[in-house]
């Protein structure tokens, strides 16, 4: 709950056009932008993901995806679309895509985690 009243007051600085330390560290950093939206929307989805004890739906084959990961990609969707409404702000599929990477990244993460969890431990 933390974290998504983090990232609800990182957005709502964004989309006030307020600044920030935040902002400016990221802006030191080379592709600052794009590295922040993947850390914080994998950590979201791992968060988000736990949150909802891991729980997956089947997509194709062995596929599954986690109800986690979605409910963070539709929060990540609908709030990159609406930046296209708000004047401070520009649409950014560069954007979406790297806070889709990190859904990924988190996702692949956490199922590898979980993996090695269920497997018995040899002694």
């Known amino acids: 709950m933390a974290f998504a009243a983090f990232l609800g007051w990182?957005?709502?600085?964004a989309n006030s056009?307020?600044?920030?330390?935040f902002f400016q560290w990221v802006a030191?950093?080379?592709?600052?932008?794009?590295?922040?939206h993947f850390v914080l929307f994998a950590t979201f989805t791992l968060l988000a993901t736990l949150a909802l004890g891991a729980r997956a739906m089947p997509l194709y084959g062995k596929v599954?995806?986690?109800?986690g990961a979605l409910l963070v990609f539709a929060f990540a969707l609908i709030e990159e679309i609406s930046q296209a409404f708000?004047?401070?702000?520009?649409f950014d599929l560069v954007d979406l895509s790297a806070d889709l990477l990190g859904i990924i990244a988190a996702s692949m993460v956490l199922a590898w985690v979980l993996k090695r969890q269920a497997?018995?431990?040899e002694r």
């Open 10 to 13: 990182i957005i709502y600085l």
């Open 17 to 21: 056009g307020q600044n920030s330390l």
């Open 28 to 36: 030191a950093i080379p592709y600052g932008d794009k590295l922040g």
């Open 64 to 67: 599954k995806v986690y109800w």
């Open 86 to 90: 708000i004047a401070t702000r520009t």
């Open 119 to 121: 497997q018995p431990t």
